[in-house]
């Protein structure tokens, strides 16, 4: 199966829509070889602004620029942008619904050795929570670019999170098609559901493989607003929903997944897989997959077990 | 517009920051006072916003860094006539658009929220650096508190402006020396202000805040300032015009009962 990191996927779609959409700016925070942005810095030097290490005035001079009818794209790692400029990203993006695209990579465990001070994993609950914004993650390339050029579209603040391990492409490029607020139905079966996001959907079809029944496998790339339609009528359906995400389990997908239910009466339980509101640490991503238990092997453990 | 005619606006603009202040029994009259002869001028002889072309961005404008001093900055769009002076009690009151801090969606004239400070000088340098893009020729200004440059990100936003040349952007810094906790030397001194500034690349101009003649040079010298920003550093004293608020770090942020709101109005030589 091809592999595409979604940030390599977000440089690729960034440097088309450069071109395609005179409106687009891009921003980045001395990371532009990393986060990808230098994709569109090629292609459109005039339009790409490198701000420095200072993530909170880039975040402001990306609101003023949304107020002046342009379309930031403002980028960095993703414990940087949503943590660091957390105050900009809500006092100055979302309070005034203006049309901000933060596009942060590197998020999540699999960010491998550079540890926990840049393993954000606190990043969706943090957004989420903001009023005006909405949240999205890709499971693949394919599905990244279709939502990097989507949000350019859609009118207010984004928050688009993306990582920085190379992983399988599990949708096909030819037919795939983006619908804002729609989870995908990745694997119709029965019994358990496994709701996932970003990286982990691919985990949770791997793991559906090694089972003794077919579950269910949903991917929910728009966290929010989050498809409740889907979620309830899965609930009603199975006998129980496991999410799985490489984020804390507080605040996260499965926070999100538990909202949706909690006044739900015809429903299944819902257990959440996650990092268990803990820092991650060092490692190869494979290595930190399987120590906070978000690898194929123990979602399908887990699963058994229930 | 004379200076008796300046004067005439900036004394209404006082009388209705501190009939604001009251009526809400809550908000900052302090730096709203020591901000109204700069903001009167700025709406009145420099900036060329006016009812036909306000709800557009092809015209100067002004981001309030200092979101703070909404009595001082709504009066002054009051003044202009972009807010019905009538709506100056409804000030923080529920359901008004007269925000404790400005909402650029609830008031055509404001051109950015602002409320946590040194954002709004980063959000004025976005729009500075969008209108070279687009070869906007309008001018940016935004102003800030001496205390507001104890935030970092002022002197981030400070760095990119002199970074990309931006020649059309003003800042200016209210400077009267106080902030809640006291004076801004003994709270944590950002001065000398005009050091720094000129160490971040910018052309710095001091003035006296509160003399028309030596407002008018300020920004006639700043805004002729070419390939890097200019800064100016007003010279003001906070609570100007109400004698027991003049120089007084306690009237930052706090409402005048009946008695200080009449003694306040006689001295600004209002009808109240």
């Known amino acids: 199966m091809a592999k595409e990191a979604t940030r390599a996927a977000y440089g690729k779609a960034l440097a088309e829509l450069v071109q395609e959409n005179e409106n687009v700016v891009v921003l980045d925070a001395d990371l532009a070889g990393s986060t990808k942005t230098a994709e569109a810095k090629k292609v459109c030097p005039e339009r790409h602004f490198d701000m420095g290490i200072a993530e909170g005035n880039m975040m402001a001079v990306a609101a003023g620029m949304a107020a002046s009818h342009k379309i930031p794209y403002a980028s960095a790692f993703a414990v940087f942008a949503t943590g660091r400029a957390y105050d900009q990203i809500r006092n100055s993006i979302c309070y005034p619904n203006l049309n901000v695209k933060v596009c942060a990579t590197h998020a999540g465990l699999t960010v491998g050795e550079d540890g926990a001070s840049h393993q954000s994993l606190e990043d969706i609950a943090l957004m989420r929570a903001l009023p005006n914004m909405k949240v999205f993650q890709p499971c693949d390339g394919v599905e990244a670019r279709a939502i990097v050029k989507a949000v350019a579209d859609i009118d207010g603040p984004c928050y688009v999170r993306l990582g920085r391990l190379a992983v399988d492409t599990v949708n096909d490029p030819d037919t795939y098609k983006y619908e804002f607020g729609k989870g995908i139905v990745m694997k119709k079966g029965a019994k358990v559901a496994i709701i996932a996001t970003g990286m982990m959907v ?14 269910t496998v949903i991917n929910i790339n728009t966290i929010k607003p989050i498809d409740k339609d889907l979620i309830i009528e899965t609930a009603k359906t199975h006998d129980a929903i496991v999410t799985v995400e ?14 949706v239910l909690a006044d739900q009466k015809e429903r299944c339980p819902q257990y959440m897989m996650g990092v268990k509101d803990e820092f991650g640490q060092s490692g190869t991503p494979a290595a930190l997959l399987d120590a906070y238990g978000l690898d194929a092997a123990h979602i399908a453990e887990f699963i058994q077990k229930l | 517009m004379n200076v008796e005619e300046l004067k005439k606006h900036a004394n209404h603009v006082r009388q209705n920051a501190i009939r604001a202040v009251y009526s809400a029994q809550s908000g900052h009259p302090g730096g709203s006072l020591s901000s109204a002869d700069i903001l009167t001028y700025l709406y009145f002889e420099v900036m060329d916003i006016n009812a036909e072309n306000v709800g557009s961005i092809d015209r100067d404008r002004f981001v309030l860094s200092k979101g703070h001093i909404t009595p001082g900055y709504y009066s002054v769009l009051a003044e202009k006539g972009f807010i019905p002076q009538e709506d100056i009690t409804t000030f923080r009151k529920f359901g008004s658009k007269l925000q404790g801090h400005p909402n650029m969606n609830y008031i055509e004239a404001v051109d950015m929220s602002t409320g946590s400070l040194g954002q709004g000088v980063s959000t004025a340098v976005g ?31 400070a760095m990119a402006a002199s970074h990309y040349k931006l020649d059309n952007i003003t800042f200016m810094v209210d400077c009267n020396h106080l902030q809640i906790d006291g004076e801004v030397e003994k709270v944590m001194n950002v001065y000398p202000l005009d050091k720094k500034f000129e160490g971040f690349g910018f052309e710095v101009v001091k003035a006296n805040g509160h003399d028309f003649e030596a407002i008018k040079n ?10 890097k920003p200019a800064v100016i550093l007003w010279n003001t004293v906070k609570g100007k015009g109400v004698s027991f608020m003049e120089d007084q770090a306690g009237w930052h942020g706090k409402a005048p009962n009946e008695e200080q709101f009449k003694q306040a109005m006689k001295d600004l030589g209002g009808d109240e």
């Open chain 1, 246 to 259: 490489e984020h804390n389990v507080i605040g996260g997908l499965g926070g999100a997944v538990a909202e």
């Open chain 1, 202 to 215: 691919q985990e949770a079809l791997k793991a559906a493989e090694q089972l003794d029944f077919d579950p």
């Open chain 2, 127 to 157: 729009m500075a650096m969008a209108n070279k893009l687009d070869g906007n020729k309008h001018h940016i200004f935004t102003l800030l508190g001496d205390g507001e440059c104890q935030e970092g990100e002022v002197w981030e936003a």
């Open chain 2, 218 to 227: 300020a920004f006639d010298y700043a805004l002729s300032v070419k390939r």
